[in-house]
């Protein structure tokens, strides 16, 4: 190697330890920058794109080094302090850089190379035919190639594409790959699944050749414009032409009129504003085309074009601004704040005067929530005093979708985001302020895949990253952000009362029991809850049912022999989903159709035990025939505009019930909604987890919280079998002060966070035996660094998923106690050594830092 050459450093979107170092060729030497996307070989053939962390002059020791072979980016896609922000996520939650990267940029931006095959240039056409039957596969699969390469030639003279007069920048390892199989498309053409001998051999034959095709995911889209041509944007000739076409064609003629109303100035025009004006056809302003009285090219458009507010004027309350110095104060002494309001107390419109304070600065604004079903109702609201442009961030949206609101970030085009956690991963250039609402909910938290980090968490460390100022909000806050702020690392804020004088709601516990006793019950549906709701359509008021379960029942039983349907790689059963006929598995998506009879004894008596959203829905409309419900849960909620579509017609009252899980639960707020019913409490107080008491807590105050948020006094009904537990009793007071209390206090007698910190670990692997001992050996190796701070393993509650038994160790850290990034570093190399071992290499071993 030359003694001056240049190293780069490379971060691979991999699950692979810190960075590979490549060489840079001397002709790219130039263009290099920390945070831009290269092109590297990796392995024997595959191409990636990778991001250049770091640049030296220093050779490896040993092994020799790859050439960079292409640059993808003029700028960089990471700055410095997106940078640091992922080397915090990696260290502190346990997880490789290549996690982070690979959570971090959208998909379309991860570039990465695809095998496929095409017909060798020395094909040998008269060989072939000697070795392989017309009607073999080999032949079959060598036709269809041939056919693609004739497609590419014929359509080269005139592929009919338009010269949009913007050059396409193409890099050269990205390979035009139409006349090209991939092995899936090989498998579909040939009906079979194993086709690897058959290639390898057709390549050893020198018939066809295996390639490298680098496919960038992401395509920008273009949509054609129109404009009139320059002889006729004059008025004089412009009259002229429409008394001609008004006396030909009506069709042409409203097409003129349409882009006249589109565009008085006479500008470019969208061929979808054109043709859709009175359902015109298409072929009309195809004439006009060609009688060169219209123009047209091609622009790029948006997929998810940046929303534009309305920015209406509004008026907070005296105790509104109070709350507003109070945060600004604290912001002054460079503190996070814990924003504690009341359900309905007007937090939103709290974030909103400090987002125009901040936009007022020229920054940036960061909204996160904890599920993606509320960024469409809160968008609507934020638009409504916002007068700049909000984009919204998400994993529901599609790659190219994200690539491009990673864009608009980027640019500043996007002055306010709204998104789900993800969204702390984007390129802020000058983030001013983060508001995290409803900081206390666990769907904050990433379970699968790596890295496991809190949205919350993160989002502290991000504002920490750009000097930005930080507001948690909730009605309930987590026991975590609780101790902070009373123990100074927060400053608290205190909203407690109801926006507008509002009263909080009437709430009264159902004693289900009682009701059983005395036949009021009507399935699921006490007599009282009943009352309610009628009392409700009878007012036209609107009515929410929360039953944190979905499907129609969890569990049957064979009444004579006990046996249960179970899925087949998870040690749980099946749910039966009364819609789609089918028993199913929410940990791994096994589907079963249901048995008619036990197929262990042959009996026809099967009982089905509990309840979900399903059965509910089905007896509301026993009990009330004539009602219009809906029902929410993530059934329902799979498509992309399912959510918002049945949120906008219960907020334009097309329906009277919303029946739900705790989808229905969080930041919602319709004025219409007065009664709220909580179909089972005990659900939640029976789970084996320290969360248990606040986390009920949390889902039955805040779904109390959507009953009465305007005029009309709301009232919640909580059916429950031992309707004298303390926590509900803690409910119906809404006293949270005194749970919160009495919750720490549990917590420190205990060893429970905030008072230490936890690391949970689980190891899995396809046969118990070997999950086990892998298990065993670690505990006895983190033992053996960190003493009895170690406990377990165990097995979990659910001891299989994915046909991959689980083992669990558990690690609490006194937070008065050793160093925690030693700690850590004590993990991972106990973990490493594992995975190196005979034992462990071929076990997954899975980290989560403050586990939810």
Not at 597 to 617: D, M, N, Q, V, Y
Not at 742 to 750: D, I, N, P, T
Request: hydrophobic share 40%; charged share 25%; with cysteine.
């Amino acid at each position: 190697m030359p003694e001056d050459a240049h190293y780069a450093e490379i971060l691979l979107p991999l699950h692979i330890p810190g960075t590979y170092t490549y060489r840079v060729p001397d002709a790219l030497v130039a263009a290099l920058q920390i945070g831009i996307r290269v092109v590297v070989p990796l392995g024997r053939n595959r191409l990636v794109a990778g991001l250049i962390w770091s640049i030296h002059r220093n050779p490896p020791i040993k092994g020799t080094t790859r050439d960079i072979l292409e640059v993808l980016d003029d700028q960089p896609v990471v700055d410095e302090r997106m940078k640091k922000f992922w080397e915090w996520m990696s260290a502190y939650y346990l997880c490789y850089p290549g996690d982070v990267m690979q959570a971090a940029l959208p998909s379309a931006m991860r570039i990465s190379s695809e095998t496929r095959f095409v017909r060798d240039p020395d094909f040998d056409a008269e060989a072939f035919q000697r070795a392989y039957l017309p009607s073999s596969d080999e032949a079959l699969l060598l036709r269809n190639l041939m056919a693609l390469e004739v497609e590419e030639d014929s359509g080269a003279e005139d592929s009919g594409a338009e010269d949009s007069g913007v050059e396409e920048k193409t890099p050269a390892l990205w390979v035009d790959a139409r006349h090209s199989m991939a092995q899936a498309q090989i498998q579909q053409l040939l009906g079979r699944k194993l086709v690897g001998g058959l290639l390898r051999r057709l390549v050893a034959q020198g018939y066809i050749r295996a390639v490298e095709n680098l496919d960038n995911k992401y395509k920008e889209k273009r949509a054609r414009y129109y404009r009139l041509v320059e002889a006729y944007r004059h008025d004089e000739a412009l009259r002229s032409l429409m008394q001609e076409v008004e006396r030909r064609s009506p069709r042409q003629t409203d097409i003129l009129m349409a882009y006249l109303q589109e565009s008085p100035a006479r500008a470019w025009v969208a061929r979808t504003q054109l043709v859709d004006y009175k359902k015109l056809p298409a072929y009309a302003l195809q004439t006009l085309v060609e009688k060169g009285i219209f123009e047209h090219t091609t622009f790029r458009v948006d997929r998810v074009p940046v929303v534009l507010g309305r920015g209406e004027a509004y008026t907070l309350s005296d105790r509104q601004l109070q709350a507003l110095e109070e945060t600004e104060q604290a912001w002054m002494q460079r503190l996070p704040v814990l924003l504690y309001g009341w359900t309905g107390s007007g937090k939103t419109l709290l974030y909103v005067e400090l987002i125009l304070r901040n936009l007022a600065d020229g920054e940036q604004a960061l909204y996160i929530l904890p599920e993606i079903a509320l960024t469409t109702q809160l968008l609507e609201r934020l638009r409504r005093y916002l007068g700049i442009g909000i984009a919204m961030y998400h994993s529901r949206f599609s790659d190219s979708e994200r690539a491009e609101i990673w864009q608009q970030v980027a640019d500043g085009q996007a002055r306010v985001v709204l998104g789900a956690r993800s969204a702390v991963f984007l390129p802020f250039r000058k983030l001013g302020m983060v508001v995290v609402d409803e900081e206390h909910d666990a769907s904050f938290k990433q379970e699968d895949p790596a890295p496991r980090y809190h949205g919350r968490d993160s989002a502290l460390v991000l504002a920490a990253t750009h000097g930005s100022r930080v507001i948690l909000g909730s009605a309930t806050p987590s026991m975590e952000s609780w101790y902070l702020a009373t123990t100074g690392k927060y400053h608290l804020v205190r909203l407690e009362e109801r926006f507008g004088g509002i009263q909080l709601p009437q709430i009264h516990r159902v004693d289900l029991l009682a009701e059983k006793r005395n036949k009021t019950l009507k399935g699921e549906l006490s007599g009282a809850l009943c009352a309610a709701i009628q009392k409700r359509l009878d007012r036209q008021e609107q009515i929410i049912l929360l039953q944190n379960r979905r499907g129609y029942v969890p569990y049957t039983e064979c009444a004579d022999c006990g046996w249960t349907p179970g899925c087949t790689d998870c040690d749980i059963t099946l749910t039966f989903h009364k819609t789609r006929h089918r028993m199913a598995c929410h940990y791994c998506g096994f589907q079963a159709i249901p048995a008619p009879a036990c197929p262990a004894c042959g009996s026809i008596e099967l009982r089905t035990k509990g309840f979900g959203t399903e059965k509910i829905e089905e007896e509301v409309l026993q009990v009330f025939p004539n009602i219009r419900v809906a029902r929410l849960d993530q059934d329902v909620a799979r498509k992309k505009h399912a959510y918002a579509d049945i949120l906008g017609r219960f907020e334009a009252g097309q329906l009277d019930l919303l029946v739900g899980t705790q989808m229905v639960a969080k930041g919602l707020d319709f004025e219409r909604v007065t009664l709220v019913g909580v179909l089972n409490a005990d659900s939640g107080l029976k789970m084996p987890d320290f969360r248990a008491q606040e986390r009920t807590f949390q889902l039955l105050s805040q779904v109390s919280g959507r009953s009465g948020r305007r005029q009309v006094r709301g009232e919640v009904l909580i059916q429950s079998r031992q309707p004298r537990h303390p926590l509900l009793q803690q409910i119906q007071e809404h006293n949270y002060i005194g749970f919160v209390a009495a919750e720490l206090g549990s917590r420190s007698a205990h060893g429970y966070p905030p008072f230490v910190r936890l690391i949970r670990l689980s190891i899995r692997h396809r046969q118990e035996a070997t999950a086990s001992r892998a298990a065993l050996w670690l505990a006895n190796e983190l033992r053996r660094l960190l003493g009895p701070r170690v406990t377990g393993p165990s097995v979990p509650t659910i001891a299989r998923v994915r046909n991959e038994y689980h083992r669990e160790l558990l690690l609490k850290i006194e937070r008065a106690g050793p160093d925690l990034a030693k700690v850590k570093r004590n993990v991972m190399d106990a973990v490493t050594a594992l995975e190196e071992s005979s034992l462990g290499h071929q076990c997954r071993i899975w980290l989560d830092v403050d586990p939810a």
